[in-house]
């Protein structure tokens, strides 16, 4: 005779909290509210005389410059925007690893705020103020975008790596350090290679962002794709501005492929 197995009830599903229940209410009221009270112009929006407009505007762009000494004029501004947004990914990874260290707590907790509170205003300056900041001082040009994308991302690195670090397990360099190891050499050999592939994901990833942000910062005279694509539509020089943007498509869309199989290698 086989034993009679005992079916289990199945547990009861999770219960929502009250403070949950109001925060989703709360942010679904701030959803209408904002609908409510933005002048919001969706029939002007897909009449046809919008979309004739746009059709004729768009129409303008076509065909996009070819001319040899336009590409090579545009050739060299894609790789002034390339520079500046991997020097300053570069500088920022280097200044935000360096803050990560008292931003993580490892030196008290009175660093650790002072420290997070410096990387909370570095990265809540957009990209755009900090470069317009920093015209003035360094003059019209890619340093002073360069230096801009590294004050930015500084403070963005920063606080990544910071949690990254925070998030490590701490035994192993216990164990080192209770086996006589220096707190830098165990830090080094025990807690940085547990965090180093999620920081390195975290610089990719910031890197695809600041090609984005490089193209735009020339707008205000930081130099690159940016800055040409503000002089040609200033000028209505529809077709050149097509030839800008189609190069800022392509860069993206190599340095994106790029990162993704960096990523993945990383993985591994």
Known sequence: MKPV?????????????????????????????????????????????????????LAGFAPPESAPNFLRKTATATAETMAMSALGTAIAAAAGLLLALPASGRFGAGARAVTRMLLNGSRSVPELVWA??????????????????????????????????ENTSPLPESSLRLNGAQAMPAFLYATLPQALPQMLSYTLYRW???????????????????????????LFQMHQAATVIIAMLLLVAFVDAGSFMLRRLLMR
Not at 11 to 37: D, E, H, K, Q, Y
Not at 214 to 224: E, K, R, S
């Open 5 to 57: 197995q005992s079916r289990m009830a199945p547990p009861p599903p999770p219960g929502i909290r009250i403070s949950t229940l109001l925060l989703l209410l709360g942010l679904l009221a701030l959803v209408v509210a904002s609908f409510a009270t933005l002048p919001l112009q969706w029939k002007a929006f897909f009449t046809l005389d919008a979309l004739r407009t746009t059709r004729d505007f």
């Open 132 to 165: 317009s900041i920093l015209l003035v001082a360094a003059g019209l040009g890619p340093f002073a975008g360069t230096l801009a994308l590294a004050v930015h991302t500084a403070g963005v690195l920063g606080r990544l790596f910071a949690d990254a670090l």
């Open 208 to 234: 695809e962002n600041n090609i984005r942000a490089a193209a735009i910062l020339g707008v205000v005279g930081a130099g690159g794709l940016g800055q040409m694509l503000k002089y040609h539509l200033s």
